[in-house]
């Protein structure tokens, strides 16, 4: 469905535009294997800059500037955020981040979801940290962070 809906479009306007706004022009792209590709992949790797700004980074930063705690968002990637914390407050960040990333996005009538993953580990370099692609329990998180100290 998504990827007839994709090619329909492509085919019908020579452009996509995601739910931000942001659009992918085809006007002058020669409509091969490799154009379709780049549409199928565009609105998902679209969207997710802007939900990570607009849905985690932002209410992430108001949210750790009321609590007063020593945590630090220390950068924000395309696709990721990079914080610095201690122990004691990782898992209220991580559970707050992961509601707020919780943001679907409309394709014709189809709600989807980006997933959330994270990691920890003692330095930025996650030598002998910990990966999670499915979200952890907070028994499991507490317990890998504790790993870690």
Same mark, same amino acid.
């Given at each position: 469905?998504?990827?007839?809906?994709?090619?329909?479009?492509?085919?019908?306007?020579?452009?996509?535009?995601?739910?931000?706004?942001?659009?992918?022009?085809?006007?002058?792209?020669?409509?091969?294997?490799?154009?379709?590709?780049?549409?199928?992949?565009?609105?998902?790797?679209?969207?997710?800059?802007?939900?990570?700004?607009?849905?985690?980074? %932002? =209410? /992430?930063?108001?949210?750790?500037?009321?609590?007063? +705690?020593?945590?630090?968002?220390?950068?924000? $990637? *395309?696709?990721?955020?990079?914080?610095?914390?201690?122990?004691?407050?990782?898992?209220?960040?991580?559970?707050?981040?992961?509601?707020?990333?919780?943001?679907?996005?409309?394709?014709?009538? %189809? =709600? /989807?979801?980006?997933?959330?993953?994270?990691?920890? +580990?003692?330095?930025?370099?996650?030598?002998? $940290? *910990?990966?999670?692609?499915?979200?952890?329990?907070?028994?499991?998180?507490?317990?890998?962070?504790?790993?870690?100290?």
């Amino acid at each position: 469905m998504y990827q007839r809906e994709i090619r329909k479009r492509i085919l019908a306007e020579r452009r996509l535009v995601n739910a931000w706004g942001r659009d992918l022009s085809f006007e002058w792209v020669r409509l091969d294997d490799d154009a379709y590709r780049r549409g199928y992949a565009f609105l998902p790797q679209s969207s997710i800059p802007p939900i990570l700004n607009q849905c985690g980074h %932002v =209410p /992430l930063y108001h949210w750790l500037m009321a609590r007063g +705690g020593q945590a630090k968002i220390v950068q924000n $990637g *395309h696709d990721s955020l990079l914080i610095s914390t201690p122990p004691a407050e990782a898992w209220a960040i991580a559970d707050f981040l992961h509601t707020a990333l919780a943001h679907s996005v409309d394709y014709w009538g %189809v =709600p /989807l979801t980006i997933p959330v993953e994270m990691k920890v +580990g003692r330095d930025w370099s996650f030598v002998g $940290g *910990h990966e999670w692609k499915r979200w952890p329990t907070r028994e499991e998180f507490e317990a890998t962070v504790q790993g870690l100290v």
